[in-house]
């Protein structure tokens, strides 16, 4: 996909041509097609005239240059009188109408290809973003993106199409036209040209517009998003009237920019016709005054095309219009493709990793979000299958070092190192495909229980009996068994049926199902009873010996067990060593552990 072009006719099309191809050829092709049996099928009337003016046969008549078409009747063996032209223009309307028929049949398709390719593109741009790229984004901004701005993208691209259909039909009557009375079809041209200045001006404020909307369509995007995410808390402190306040801001900004373009659109409108008819009025006038000897039934075939061509103007300026007024979307979602392509992940090796990691070790880290140092001369070291703890006060650091371990954050300078592999050429989704992550923030989906614990496989035999002990082992058993559905249980959105407890043992089941080689369990039992705690902590001590295990816990009390603790603050590890060692020899550590008796 093209999305370095210039804003300007080519410069469009080539960015259409890059998702549709030489498809587009067929359609354009398609398009003057219906434009040339219109103008044909039209033109054919010429005869009809000339029979009723000059009340003889059809070839006989002087009509300018348009004889050619009696002529070619003629040829063709078709009888020239009343009744064998018509048949003849019903034939050439009912071709077509078949070839409009498939044209209609294309577009659609079109359109199927045309979202379908862009949707799947963006989101595959999505899945290869970083992580610290992500950061740079903006969540309405992503959903404006992938959902209303695809559409009016393709609104885009059909106004620009069809303008050029209907530029097709106006070139064939306007050469229909010239050849029938050339001095007055110039006249009507050069004056068109001058009107359609008028409307220049229109089309550019509308333009610019367009664009404006584009952003405030972002922007609400961002604010519903937060809105219907954090609706219990905004409900529950009565903020959501204030919040509401921020949304119907941003709902009437949009909505005054539309105004403003509904405005245009219906100046240009209103415009198109009068305008039109002055122009062609002035032109008789001019012709008759100054041209006393015209001729006028070639005047008046001339007069016949241009009417029919105002209709076809008329679509052509809406056309354009719709075109104009969808270009912010192109612009934007052009650039958010780019902004995307420029955060892509490195892509490291192609190799699949190892099941086994291996040891992990960490030299001279350094972290820094801006200008702003986050962790500094950080070396540790984490052996195969060990469990390691990182604890220290909040906002310390420990989450970013987590997210450095497993590869959502490069460091700012020093290395990484997993199985003695340097963790930037490594094949980062192969890696992850081994981690088991369980955030603060437990991350439960709106679905079944089933599918939140197996991310979504298929029911069978072992996926079941996997299932039964990844929620067996997250101590979720009971609560499973007491609900009317089971394990069908929908859990609603981020959770919202079911306590902060039992979103955290989902979260927990999810990632003992997928069987990995590296857990982070980032505070993954803060919000469990001291009951369920242990019992989990029971379970997750299985893993002891058999997985690397990295946890990051507050309550210090479930670290007991780490073989190595490493304790964080002022941006480094002040200190290391085992619960017990740690006890006897580091003042830092048993400050924190005394800052939680009581
Ligand atoms: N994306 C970000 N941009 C800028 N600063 C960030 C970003 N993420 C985290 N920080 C800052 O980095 C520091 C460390 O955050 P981190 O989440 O690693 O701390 P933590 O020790 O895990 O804290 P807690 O125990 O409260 O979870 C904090 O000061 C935080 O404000």
Same mark, same amino acid.
């Given at each position: ?57 059809? #070839? ?29 223009? =019903? ?5 077509? *109408? ?32 970083? !992580? ?22 393709? /609104? ?5 199409? !069809? ?72 409900? /529950?402190?009565?903020?959501? +009237?204030? !919040? @509401? ?16 373009? #509904? ?12 305008? /039109? ?80 990691? #291996? ?20 070396? @540790? ?15 310390? #650091? ?15 300078? *020093? ?23 369980? =955030? ?33 082992? /997250? ?27 039992? +979103? ?8 003992? !199902? +997928? ?84």
């Amino acid at each position: 996909m093209n999305t370095d072009f210039k804003y300007g006719f080519w410069g469009y099309f080539r960015f259409y041509y890059s998702i549709l191809g030489s498809r587009l050829y067929l359609f354009i092709a398609l398009n003057i097609l219906v434009g040339l049996l219109d103008g044909v099928g039209l033109a054919l009337f010429v005869p009809l005239i000339t029979m009723l003016f000059d009340s003889g046969a059809a #070839g006989s008549g002087s009509i300018g240059n348009v004889k050619y078409l009696s002529d070619a009747l003629a040829a063709l063996n078709i009888p020239l009188n009343m009744s064998g032209i018509l048949l003849v223009v =019903a034939l050439l309307f009912s071709v077509k *109408g078949l070839i409009r028929f498939i044209q209609m049949q294309f577009f659609f398709r079109m359109r199927f290809l045309f979202i379908k390719k862009i949707r799947a593109a963006m989101l595959q741009q999505l899945n290869d973003i970083s !992580y610290s790229g992500f950061l740079q984004l903006d969540a309405g901004k992503i959903q404006n993106n992938l959902t209303t701005e695809i559409s009016n993208l393709f /609104a885009s691209m059909s106004g620009y199409f !069809y303008t050029i259909q209907y530029a097709g039909i106006l070139i064939t009557y306007y050469l229909l036209a010239f050849a029938a009375n050339f001095q007055f079809a110039t006249l009507v041209i050069i004056s068109g040209v001058l009107s359609n200045l008028l409307f220049k001006k229109v089309f550019s404020k509308t333009q610019k517009l367009s664009g404006d909307v584009s952003q405030k369509g972002n922007f609400f995007s961002s604010f519903l998003i937060q809105a219907v995410t954090h609706f219990r808390y905004l409900k /529950a402190t009565n903020y959501f +009237k204030r !919040y @509401l306040k921020k949304l119907r801001t941003v709902v009437d900004e949009t909505e005054q920019l539309n105004l403003k373009m #509904g405005r245009l659109q219906a100046l240009s409108e209103g415009m198109k016709e009068p305008v /039109a008819i002055i122009v062609i009025g002035t032109v008789i006038y001019i012709q008759f005054r100054f041209f006393p000897g015209s001729n006028k039934s070639t005047i008046l075939v001339s007069l016949l095309l241009f009417y029919r061509s105002l209709s076809q103007l008329s679509l052509l300026q809406t056309s354009w219009q719709h075109f104009i007024q969808n270009t912010g979307s192109v612009r934007s979602v052009t650039r958010m493709i780019k902004q995307m392509n420029q955060l892509r992940e490195p892509p490291g090796t192609l190799q699949e990793e190892p099941a086994d990691i #291996g040891s992990i070790e960490l030299t001279d880290v350094a972290v820094q979000y801006d200008t702003m140092t986050i962790l500094e001369n950080v070396s @540790l070291s984490i052996p195969l299958n060990q469990t390691v703890a990182f604890v220290g006060e909040s906002g310390s #650091g420990k989450t970013t070092l987590a997210h450095v371990i497993i590869g959502l954050i490069p460091p700012t300078s *020093g290395s990484v190192l997993i199985g003695n592999r340097s963790i930037e050429t490594m094949n980062l989704p192969s890696y992850r495909d081994k981690i088991g992550y369980i =955030a603060q923030d437990p991350v439960v989906f709106n679905d079944t229980i089933f599918n939140n614990v197996t991310f979504f496989a298929p029911p069978s035999p072992e996926n079941n009996a996997r299932f039964r002990n990844a929620v067996r082992d /997250a101590s979720l058993e009971t609560f499973i068994a007491s609900l009317p559905n089971r394990e069908q249980t929908h859990v609603g959105d981020n959770g919202i049926y079911i306590s902060g407890g039992q +979103k955290q043992r989902l979260s927990i089941a999810r990632e003992l !199902y +997928k069987n990995c080689s590296l857990f982070v369990l980032d505070e993954a039992t803060s919000a469990l009873d001291s009951a369920t705690e242990n019992s989990i902590q029971q379970n997750l001590d299985l893993l002891h010996g058999n997985r690397t295990v990295i946890i990051i816990a507050h309550r210090l009390a479930t670290i007991k067990k780490a073989d190595i603790i490493y304790v964080i603050k002022n941006k480094t590890i002040q200190a290391r060593g085992t619960f017990d060692t740690l006890s006897r020899e580091s003042e830092l550590f048993r400050n924190m552990i005394a800052a939680q008796q009581y």
